[in-house]
């Protein structure tokens, strides 16, 4: 008896993950966009819900790319590194004491 296994690997896929807690934008979107060209391009899109959210896509190479909050005149941009891995945003200010 003759047995055949063929196995096909594939090249680990690198992600970037971001996951968030945010006040006050319940309802909201939050991107991902690179502006390095002359057209913006969004990378990924979510609704905020219960104050949270979590953005992935694949990393083709680092770039600094925005993290971008609701749109028009009402839209926050933050800069951040696009690189494998998962990270964590959050808006909430430290206590001073």
């Given at each position: 008896?003759?047995?055949?296994?063929?196995?096909?690997a594939k090249a680990p896929?690198?992600?970037?993950?971001l996951t968030g807690i945010v006040s006050g934008k319940n309802g909201q979107l939050v991107s991902l966009v690179d502006e390095s060209g002359e057209v913006s391009r969004v990378l990924c899109t979510v609704t905020i819900q219960n104050n949270q959210f979590r953005l992935s896509c694949k990393v083709e190479q680092k770039a600094l790319i925005s993290l971008v909050f609701g749109e028009g005149k009402e839209k926050t941009t933050y800069p951040i590194m696009l690189e494998e891995g998962y990270f964590s945003f959050s808006d909430h200010k430290p206590e001073q004491g």
């Amino acid at each position: 008896m003759v047995v055949l296994l063929i196995v096909a690997a594939k090249a680990p896929l690198k992600l970037f993950v971001l996951t968030g807690i945010v006040s006050g934008k319940n309802g909201q979107l939050v991107s991902l966009v690179d502006e390095s060209g002359e057209v913006s391009r969004v990378l990924c899109t979510v609704t905020i819900q219960n104050n949270q959210f979590r953005l992935s896509c694949k990393v083709e190479q680092k770039a600094l790319i925005s993290l971008v909050f609701g749109e028009g005149k009402e839209k926050t941009t933050y800069p951040i590194m696009l690189e494998e891995g998962y990270f964590s945003f959050s808006d909430h200010k430290p206590e001073q004491g």
